[in-house]
């Protein structure tokens, strides 16, 4: 069993920045792609971004060159680094893992979530 606890949510301006933590437990974190996902109100959960167990990066086209993902294997955690953010980045970011090496797009094909932290982007 993973347990993922997200952190770093908050209220913020447009142009502003934030950085998401989750952090996970159980020791085979290496192994697992991890994924951020967000969903806001009245819609369906969207793929953010995802790593896979080597560093290799996918993100969405809504947020590339604005959004980083990486991961500290030492330390159990992915992060999300969000800069210039827009009004409609506002959403609950969830956090997942997925017990593969290689990273998907899918949320279906992740195995465990974490509870959401909420990020709101005001104008």
């Known amino acids: 069993q993973v347990q993922l606890v997200e952190s770093g949510g908050g209220l913020v301006q447009s142009g502003g920045s934030l950085r998401l933590s989750c952090a996970a437990s159980?020791?085979?974190?290496?192994?697992?792609?991890m994924g951020w996902f967000r969903q806001a109100p009245g819609k369906e959960r969207q793929f953010v971004a995802t790593?896979?167990?080597?560093?290799?990066?996918l993100y969405a086209d809504s947020v590339k060159g604005r959004f980083t993902i990486s991961r500290d294997n030492a330390k159990n955690t992915v992060y999300l680094q969000m800069n210039s953010l827009k009004p409609e980045d506002t959403a609950v970011y969830y956090c997942a893992a997925r017990v593969a090496a290689l990273a998907t797009t899918t949320a279906r094909n992740y195995n465990y979530w974490g509870q959401g932290t909420q990020v709101t982007v005001s104008s």
């Open positions: 790593i896979n167990w080597s560093g290799g990066a």
């Open positions: 159980g020791r085979t974190f290496s192994s697992y792609a």
